[in-house]
Each structure stands twice: as C-alpha cells, then as structure tokens.
C-alpha cells in the first residue's frame, strides 16, 4: 500500500480543523449559544467538507482542499443569510462570493495544470458565476430545510448549468495555456466533476440546514466530543504509516520538480539515471506504483531521463513498471546480514538489470559479526572492507554506493574492491545472513 504524500497531509490538516470545531462545540456557551457563530460556523465546516471531498475524489486531494476551503467560506456566509430570511443581496456582495470560488478553483487547476490554465480558469469561474448570481442561479436557490436530501427541477437544472459553463472554462483556459492536445478531455473532465458533484451536494443542502438549525442545545458537547475524536484518529494516520511501515510517493508535479530541480542544479540538460523510491522506512510496501512512474516515464519520452530505476520495491512492482517502461536498476536494502532480496538479485542478473544495495554497511546498525573479524584480520583489512568485497562478489550485477564521510573512508571503500576472498571465507560469510534470520524468528 502507497499513499501521495499531499493526501497524507490533508488528512492531517482536516484532522487538526476537527480538533478545534469539536473545541469550539464544547465551549458552545462561551461563544453565545444560539446566537453565536457556530450556526454558522458548523455550516462552514460542513459544506467545506462535503464540497472538498466530492471535488478531492475527481481530481486530486489538493484541489479538494482549495475548493472546498472556499465553497465552505461562501456556502456558510450565504445560507447563514437565506436562514434569516434576508432580502437578495447586491451585485457586490455577488462578486465577492464568486471571487472566493473562483480563487479556490483557481489554486487547485494551477496546481493540475499550472498557473496560466488556473488564473484563466478563475477569471472565467468568477465571472461565470457573477452572471449566474444575477440571473437567480445561487446557491441557496429553492431554499427550504427539510428530514431528508431532496433535489428541485431548479437545483438540477443549476447543476446542469455549471456542468457545461466549467467544462466550457476548462476547454478555454486549456487553450489559453497552450494544452491544446488535452483541451477537449480536461474540459469534459472538469464539467463532469464540478457538475455531478455540485448536483449530489446541493440535494443536501436542505438536509444540512434542517440539521444545522435543530440540532438541541444539550447535543452541542456530544458533537463536540465526537469531531475531536475523529480529528485526532485523522491526525493519527500518519503515525500509523510510519508504524507499519506503509509507504508514501510524490505527486506529479512534486516528481516533476524534483527532475527539473535537478537538472538545473547540476547543470545538465539530461539525468542519465533518475530512481523512483517508494515504500517504507526500511523495506518495500505493496500496491502499485504505475501512477508515479508513468510520470517518470513521460519524463523520459521528453528526453530529460535517460533511464529509470526503482528503489525499495518487490519483484511484483518490478513487473509491474516494465510493462510501463525499461527499467535498468533496483536499489533495495541488502548486505552480508540482510538477505531478503538472495533471489531477486539472481532473477535481476539474469535480466541484465544492475542491483544497489542501500545499506550495504548496515546504515543506522553497522554490521558487527565475528566472522566479519575474523575474515578482516586474515586478510588484513578492516570489517567493512570485506563486508564490501563479498557484495562485490556476491553477483556480478550488484553496484555499490556506500556512503562517507571523509577522504580516507573513501579510499578505504575502493579498496574493498581489490579484495579477493577465497571460497570457504565466502561460504562463512554467506552463513551469517542465514543466523540474522534464525535469530529474527
């Protein structure tokens, strides 16, 4: 199991906006009762949630974080006033609601597909909307509370509305920003999810706001208990991951950046060999890795990788990415004790592939074994030169990167490469790893 990093710190964030609603509901007194701001604040949270996961679904968490952020602003401000039965507001406090939308839709489409696509996309979206507010299509259109989600011809209608009106504005801001090869599938794409998400919300609307105005006084603690707990089992989650060692991966344009930062930084116009490191902290975790390498893959299409590796991956994640593209290393944690990959290391060599082992010292344990000594002190070396050279000559496919810390460590490490151990010094060493795992189990 993988998880994008950015969905990982969103469910963070929301977990932490829980924590404190579930503080205000408990201090519901203090702040005024029924006449104070959580009416309208619980509607804010609520809409914003259903909003931001609806649009997160369709197209990526940080889009549903800007969005529903704005939609949860607006919707709360603007039902808040519908609730109270005031009178139709101007054309400025119009142009304000739809300014807020449309900065939310704007942040989350630049984020997708950049800044031009996303500054159009929010000109468009915030006089759309104008426009739309002017003619009678809002929000709190056909408001009336009520025990259950229901779903006016207007409402729907509404929906339809915005579903060709944003499906226009991403075809539009697409061609603005020179996409116009994805300009009629991003625009369909967009139109679909604003509209289909738009129209399941607001038939909740009604449900949402017969809750929001009859929840009893004496219940305000009890959600406010509940919202705390779920906010600190959300902000839990990533502690959970690191326990279970469950790995995380870059989103596209954080790969996307990272190559190009790269390049810039070492002043080349092309990587020779770019790795894309997934699982956990010491090992690799299942699931799939194709949405992450495809965009490494498209990266190399555009000339900018010259080859693709994998780090911390199982065999099955191997086959995986080659039916996606060449694949020409793997870097896994390996040395003389930690032997889990022994097989994966033969199926590599006979595929041609190099083999890196991270680790090949014992990283944050250095390797300490009495056969590692003894085998030093015949050879006159020291442990992690031989240790070294019986990777070097465990397959003839394996590179190493050991790392270091000074000029005469280095020096030591090369000379792990002129080390030549005899067989039965091999077969000794080669046993240590067979003990790691009897004394693991």
């Known amino acids: 199991m ?13 977990g932490s906006s829980l924590d404190v609603l579930g503080a205000l509901y408990l201090a519901y007194d203090l702040l005024g009762g029924e006449h104070g701001p959580l009416r309208t604040l619980s509607r804010g949270v609520t809409y914003g949630a259903l909003f931001g996961a609806g649009y997160g679904l369709a197209l990526g968490p940080v889009f549903g974080l800007a969005s529903g952020m704005a939609h949860g602003i607006t919707l709360a401000w603007e039902f808040s006033r519908a609730s109270r039965h005031k009178p139709k507001p101007g054309i400025w406090y119009d142009a304000a609601m739809s300014a807020i939308r449309g900065a939310g839709f704007a942040l989350g489409t630049a984020y997708l597909y950049g800044m031009t696509f996303g500054a159009t996309l929010g000109a ?7 426009v739309a507010y002017r003619a009678g299509i809002r929000p709190t259109l056909d408001y009336q509370p009520a025990a259950r989600p229901r779903l006016t011809k207007y409402q729907f209608l509404a929906a339809v509305n915005r579903a060709v009106g944003y499906g226009a504005a991403g075809y539009i801001s697409a061609l603005v920003a020179g996409q116009r090869a994805t300009a009629l599938g991003v625009g369909v794409k967009i139109g679909l999810a604003l509209g289909l998400v738009t129209a399941i919300a607001i038939a909740c609307t009604s449900f949402i706001e017969w809750i929001v105005d009859t929840v009893p006084e004496k219940r305000m603690g009890v959600v406010g208990v509940g919202l705390i707990l779920i906010g600190f089992t959300l902000q ?6 690191a326990l279970l060692d469950v790995g995380s991966y870059l989103s596209r344009p954080e790969l996307m950046d990272a190559v190009h930062d790269n390049l810039r930084n070492l002043g080349l116009d092309r990587l020779d060999v770019v790795n894309l490191r997934v699982g956990g902290v010491m090992g690799p975790s299942e699931g799939s890795i194709a949405e992450p390498l495809t965009v490494l893959a498209e990266l190399k299409r555009q000339g900018l990788i010259r080859h693709l590796g994998l780090s911390n991956v199982y065999p099955a994640q191997l086959a995986e990415a080659q039916k996606i593209t060449e694949i020409v290393c793997v870097q896994n944690f390996y040395n003389v004790a ?20 991270f680790f090949p010292l014992g990283g944050f344990t250095p390797l300490q074994s009495s056969a590692l000594d003894r085998a030093a002190a015949s050879l006159q070396a ?11 000559q465990r397959s003839p496919n394996i590179l190493l990167i050991p790392g270091t810390s000074s000029a005469k460590h280095l020096r030591e490490n090369l000379q792990a490469a002129t080390l030549q151990l005899p067989p039965e010094m091999i077969a000794e060493l080669s046993s240590i790893g067979g003990r790691e795992r009897e004394a693991r189990a």
């Open 2 to 14: 993988t998880i994008d990093k950015h969905t990982l710190a969103l469910i963070s964030i929301v």
């Open 124 to 130: 468009l979206s915030t006089m759309g909307q104008i």
């Open 236 to 241: 839990s989650v990533q502690y959970w991951m």
């Open 338 to 357: 930690h032997r889990n990959d022994d097989g994966f290391i033969d199926d590599l060599a006979g595929q041609g592939i190099a083999y890196v082992p």
């Open 382 to 392: 020291t442990p992690m030169q031989v240790a070294l050279a019986w990777l070097l």
